[in-house]
T-cell receptor, first 114, second 115 residues
């Protein structure tokens, strides 16, 4: 168990809908990262938050948004869903800085858009 | 631009034998981190091993070791005494040092351990 909690584990929805994925980082970790893993795109970095503030953006669509709350949990909002958004979405967390800055991943949320 | 390359889409290894999974990287940074993750069929990403660019010794974690050749920009994962439970997808990743610490992942190698 990595200590990173993601809910829900599975999500099935229809095109055009909006969903929210939730992530609780490991105790003490200030950074949260979101990744998307699809069959044709591999593992892609979406966005990073550090202590409530956005730190970096990757290949995140405008239809997607995220935030990190004062208690450090994070939510990834996906709207106007398309079939191509079906993927495994990972949240990872890491401690502040540090030489190693190992990211620990949650179990992922598998999103199926029908 | 930073890049991770894993050239072996799939590998087979006999149980109890050792196997090497290849990873090469490209970066202009002097300071960086290299990581290996395991993704079993259940889907979770499991951290295996870390190597810092300034570490002189190759990293080892139990049956996992990282063969780090800085001049060749390679960071191969060696799994000794393979077990059936080692069958999984393995990803090599590099950490950017730009302050974001985001990871760049390779495309992965699928390892199948044969009984």
């Amino acid at each position: 168990d990595s200590g990173v909690t993601q809910t829900p584990k599975h999500l099935i929805t229809a095109t055009g809908q909006r969903v929210t994925l939730r992530c609780s980082p490991r105790s003490g970790d200030l950074s949260v990262y979101w990744y998307q893993q699809s069959l044709d795109q591999g593992l892609q970095f979406l966005i990073q938050y550090y202590n409530g503030e956005e730190r970096a953006k990757g290949n995140i669509l405008e239809r997607f948004s995220a935030q990190q709350f004062p208690d450090l949990h994070s939510e990834l909002n996906l709207s106007s869903l398309e079939l191509g958004d079906s993927a495994l979405y990972f949240c990872a967390s890491s401690a502040r800085g540090g030489a190693k800055n190992i990211q620990y991943f949650g179990a992922g949320t598998r999103l199926s858009v029908l | 631009a930073q890049k991770i390359t894993q050239t072996q889409p799939g590998m087979f290894v006999q149980e109890k034998e050792a196997v090497t999974l290849d990873c090469t990287y490209d970066t202009s940074d002097q300071s960086y981190g290299l990581f290996w993750y395991k993704q079993p069929s259940s889907g979770e990403m499991i951290f295996l091993i870390y190597q810092g660019s300034y570490d002189e010794q190759n990293a080892t974690e139990g049956r996992y070791s990282l063969n780090f050749q800085k001049a060749r920009k390679s960071a191969n994962l060696v799994i000794s005494a393979s077990q059936l439970g080692d069958s999984a997808m393995y990803f090599c990743a590099m950490r950017e040092e730009s302050g974001t610490y985001k990871y760049i992942f390779g495309t992965g190698t699928r390892l199948k351990v044969l009984a």
